[in-house]
């Protein structure tokens, strides 16, 4: 690892930077932090691709620790995701002042021998454009993927508000009904139930294994009935959701219910 650079900014604090193989690399935690993440080190583990992040050893005040570094990539991807309304001059700043100090002093932009302070500067410049070039790329094909997302969600958008009307509609479905929409009986498709751990019977009436009873498939219906000696008594039946009627569709199909 090269000199590690610490920039302090009056709005933003300090973040700490190193050069490493030609590239600079950010202390993830200082960079989270001044782009106004309350928990850096959520955001640092949610935004981030780890193909882009490295440790160093650092002596900070408690002592050599491990500290995580990112690179441009995930530098980007902490901006986009940030709703700090000063994200942009964070940018500037980062670009105009940050990566040059860090490569001029990290070692990677060394004066050569000869070298006028004009031709250090120019190929500061050099670099600089180059950094924004890439910096360009990357923000254009961030804009291509926001995009491709887009569209996603709103082909996703009709499925999204199905599935929320079957988890609030209060139609209920017999097994009979199910069944015959999958081309078998009642009690055919109750006996493949059971087989499959779904339900048990107790004293005539199906009711859910313990992994199913907390999902809202089925609900247990009281009534009563009079036999032809007179006698009365109360019996439980039970009838299925239009979630567990989806349920029961998606588990023959072999689809995943969401």
Not at 180 to 197: C, D, I, Q, V
């Amino acid at each position: 690892m090269r000199t590690l650079v610490i920039t302090e900014h009056p709005e933003f604090g300090k973040v700490r930077t190193v050069e490493a193989g030609g590239r600079v690399w950010f202390c993830a935690r200082d960079v989270a932090s001044a782009l106004g993440y309350a928990n850096p080190k959520d955001a640092v583990n949610r935004h981030c691709r780890p193909k882009g992040v490295c440790v160093h050893d650092l002596l900070t005040a408690g002592g050599r620790q491990k500290v995580k570094f990112i690179d441009e990539g995930n530098l980007y991807r902490l901006m986009a995701c940030s709703r700090l309304p000063s994200a942009e001059r964070f940018e500037s700043w980062i670009f105009d002042e940050l990566v040059p100090r860090t490569l001029k002093e990290g070692g990677y932009l060394l004066e050569k021998e000869g070298e006028t302070d004009a031709e250090l500067l120019s190929r500061t410049l050099q670099l600089a454009e180059a950094k924004l070039r890439e910096r360009d790329r990357y923000i254009s094909g961030l804009e291509k993927e926001n995009a491709l997302n887009a569209l996603k969600l709103s082909l996703q958008a009709p499925k999204v508000r199905y599935f929320d009307e079957v988890l609030h509609s209060p139609s209920t479905y017999t097994v009979t009904q199910i069944a015959k929409e999958l081309g078998m009986s009642g009690r055919e498709l109750n006996r493949r139930l059971k087989a499959l751990g779904i339900q048990f019977r107790l004293g005539g009436t199906w009711l859910l294994t313990a992994r199913y009873q907390k999902e809202g498939y089925t609900r247990t219906h009281t009534h009563s009935w009079q036999s032809r000696c007179g006698e009365t008594g109360t019996a439980m039946h039970t009838v299925w959701t239009e979630k567990g009627r989806l349920f029961i569709h998606c588990l023959f199909s072999g689809l995943s219910l969401f």
